[in-house]
């Protein structure tokens, strides 16, 4: 449904601590080896350490990793001499100023970064919030961050909280490479045809 009203990309959703989509290991390679060229396959993964991402993404058959938490040291290296194929995009949870510290630090590492509106470090006794939370965070720290990647070289996706209401004055104020979407286009528990629909259908009025 997704590649049929014009996603250029899939995002494959692991195990997380939290949040909507989680899609079993084996489906996941299912769906990566059947996708058509040109729509690329992330796989969302919240591990942490180099061995254990690497050996998930060789399983999974994907072209794109996206790190949903912060990694250990050392891990976007092994990424590349493992899997120097596979595109690395690390996610950066826009909460304040330290954010575009983050990204900044990220972006030599990585293909790109995209921004998103969890809670990687929650209040003793919560629960990670890693992505789907359909929050939106503060665009103008986001439109920064876009400006000091764009200076690097790395294009930003943006996701939290995008629906077909709000993508539009999104885009016109981050200007991302490209948007992300998951909450925002479920109904009761699965991808809904009518809001991914309505929301591409608006992304068809951006120009330039």
Request: charged share 20%.
């Amino acid at each position: 449904m997704a590649v049929r009203l014009g996603a250029h990309a899939l995002g494959l959703v692991s195990r997380m601590p939290s949040g909507p989509g989680v899609i079993a290991d084996d489906a996941i390679a299912e769906i990566a080896r059947t996708v058509p060229p040109g729509v690329a396959t992330f796989l969302l993964t919240s591990a942490t350490d180099a061995g254990t991402i690497i050996a998930h993404v060789a399983r999974a058959g994907v072209g794109v990793v996206q790190l949903v938490d912060e990694v250990e040291a050392g891990t976007y290296g092994a990424i590349r001499r493992e899997l120097p194929n596979v595109r690395i995009v690390q996610v950066i949870h826009v909460v304040d100023d330290s954010s575009v510290v983050q990204a900044i630090d990220a972006s030599a590492g990585v293909d790109a970064v995209l921004l998103d509106s969890g809670r990687p470090k929650p209040p003793p006794g919560g629960v990670k919030e890693l992505g789907g939370t359909g929050r939106v965070h503060d665009w103008s720290l986001s439109n920064r961050i876009v400006e000091e990647m764009r200076s690097r070289g790395k294009p930003v996706w943006l996701a939290g909280g995008l629906h077909a209401e709000n993508v539009l004055d999104a885009v016109e104020r981050v200007r991302p490479f490209g948007v992300d979407v998951c909450s925002g286009v479920r109904r009761d528990g699965a991808l809904s045809e009518e809001r991914l629909a309505a929301l591409v259908g608006m992304l068809g009025q951006v120009r330039d």
